[in-house]
């Protein structure tokens, strides 16, 4: 199993440019989740979803969007990309609910908006 | 509003010493905690969870803590090496969405 996958590993973008980072888990887990980490700062979630067709907003989420149309795929959508958004973005993914929703991570993706 | 606090911010230590590393949580209801290592530009590794009803979770060198009615883990390393310098990540888990509250990570430096 290659876990979760998030690709590009590193981009640079203008202020305005709009571009998606993709997510792929090959572990068949229902919730998947977005996070950005932010210089000395813990993650913070900007969307969820429990399961494909279905999203939700996290704490953060204004100027994202994602969509959820299979089990393995979550990409996440920048619009209008703004200064505020450089930071490192984070994939997750858990096979279930409950007490034992341990959650696995990709590598992350570093974003700079110049 | 979950708030994760973890002190110390950053620790250095000597090869060998044995340390604890602490998180603390303000909303109890919470249904696991997970311990985390993040190397300089990497993701996250796991390294342990607890579920809300356990009281602790060990593997290897370490051992992790959970008291739920006080708010607090610890992260318990034994016998450091260099190799264990990371930045460690406390996160407990809540909510509808079982999202991820984090603290904002102990930086430990183990010297040779």
């Known amino acids: 199993n290659a876990g979760v996958t998030q690709t590009p590993k590193f981009r640079i973008l203008k202020i305005g440019q709009s571009m998606t980072l993709q997510c792929t888990q090959d572990?068949?887990?229902?919730?998947m989740y977005w996070y950005r980490q932010d210089p000395g700062m813990g993650l913070k979630l900007i969307y969820y979803?429990?399961?494909?067709?279905?999203?939700d907003k996290g704490e953060v989420p204004n100027g994202y969007n994602v969509s959820r149309s299979t089990t393995e795929d979550f990409p996440l959508r920048l619009e209008l990309a703004a200064p505020s958004q450089t930071s490192v973005y984070f994939c997750?993914?858990?096979?279930?609910?409950?007490?034992?929703?341990?959650?696995?991570f990709g590598p992350g993706t570093r974003l700079t908006v110049l | 509003k979950q708030e994760v606090t973890q002190i110390p911010a950053a620790l250095s230590v000597p090869e060998g010493e044995n340390l604890v590393l602490n998180c603390s949580f303000t909303?109890?209801?919470?249904?696991?905690l997970q311990w985390f290592r993040q190397d300089p530009g990497k993701g996250l590794t796991s390294l342990l969870l607890?579920?809300?009803?356990?009281r602790e979770q060990t593997s290897g060198r370490l051992n992790a803590s959970l008291d739920k009615s006080s708010g607090r883990s610890t992260l318990y390393i034994a016998a450091s090496q260099p190799g264990d310098s990371a930045t460690y990540l406390c996160?407990?888990?809540?909510?509808?969405?079982?999202?991820?509250?984090f603290g904002k990570g102990t930086l430990l430096t183990v010297n040779p």
């Open positions: 997750a993914s858990s096979p279930t609910s409950g007490s034992y929703n341990e959650q696995f």
């Open positions: 572990m068949n887990h229902n919730y």
């Open positions: 979803s429990v399961g494909a067709g279905i999203t």
């Open positions: 909303d109890s209801a919470i249904y696991n």
């Open positions: 607890i579920q809300s009803s356990q």
């Open positions: 996160a407990v888990s809540g909510g509808s969405n079982y999202k991820l509250t």
